[in-house]
């Protein structure tokens, strides 16, 4: 059973555009939601992350949208760059039961062509 | 920076063999995880520990078992490896506390071939 699904397993962007990646979780009891970036043979480092008492949170070219009622979140990336090419992982915790075990998604390898 | 430190990149065992990967991280975290990425899988959690001799089980924790004898050191055990558990292993660190950002910060990953 999958509680957190990124539908799109990949996603193609132009240079200076906006990428928009999309997370969905069905476990309402998620409380954390965190962003991670993977390039091949390293592990994820972490992206941005927002807590469920928020619906927006911003971090330079990073801005990450929770929709707590459709209990989906999604990450902007904008002005898109090339070096933003890699796997990006939504995960999520519910802090409150669980402390910081994360559900990982599936992963979209985001490829941005200069 | 916080590091975490897993101490073989890529490993090559037989079938029927014990593996032993080895993490080590140096921000006196008191929380420690092991996942596997799969393709079309993501990162899935085998196991975590969140203080020295603890130990909870993941997701995936078949064919596994982990020991935290330090609260620095986290190890993964295959006790008999199989092919199926050819995977990139991740290890991962976070803090406790209420304030802490909550974020795990993962190693450079294991990659295990077992043939």
């Known amino acids: 059973d999958q509680q957190v699904k990124q539908n799109s397993p990949s996603l193609s962007v132009q240079e200076g555009r906006i990428s928009i990646l999309n997370c969905d979780y069905t476990?309402?009891?998620?409380?954390?939601f965190l962003w991670y970036k993977k390039y091949p043979a390293e592990g994820p480092t972490f992206l941005i992350s927002?807590?469920?008492?928020?619906d927006k949170n911003e971090d330079g070219r990073f801005t990450v949208f929770l929709n707590k009622s459709a209990k989906h979140l999604s990450l902007h990336i904008v002005p898109s760059q090339p070096g933003d090419s890699a796997v990006y992982f939504c995960?999520?915790?519910?802090?409150?039961?669980?402390?910081?075990?994360?559900?990982f998604g599936t992963g979209t390898r985001l490829a941005v062509r200069p | 920076d916080v590091k975490v430190t897993q101490s073989s990149r890529y490993l090559v065992k037989r079938t029927g063999e014990k593996v032993f990967l080895e993490c080590v991280q140096d921000?006196?975290?008191?929380?420690m995880f092991w996942y596997r990425q799969d393709p079309g899988l993501g990162l899935r959690l085998i196991y975590f520990?969140?203080?020295?001799?603890?130990?909870e089980k993941g997701d995936i924790p078949e064919g596994y078992s982990v020991s935290r004898e330090k609260k620095e050191r986290f190890s993964l055990i295959l006790e008999s490896a199989s092919t199926n558990q050819t995977s990139m292993y991740l290890c991962?660190?976070?803090?406790?506390?209420?304030?802490?950002?909550?974020?795990?910060?993962f190693g450079e990953g294991s990659w295990l071939t077992v043939v």
């Open positions: 991962a660190s976070s803090s406790e506390g209420a304030e802490a950002a909550n974020t795990i910060y």
């Open positions: 927002i807590s469920s008492i928020k």
């Open positions: 520990s969140y203080d020295v001799k603890m130990k």
């Open positions: 995960a999520a915790s519910a802090r409150k039961s669980s402390g910081d075990k994360l559900t």
């Open positions: 476990n309402s009891m998620f409380d954390y």
């Open positions: 921000m006196d975290h008191e929380n």
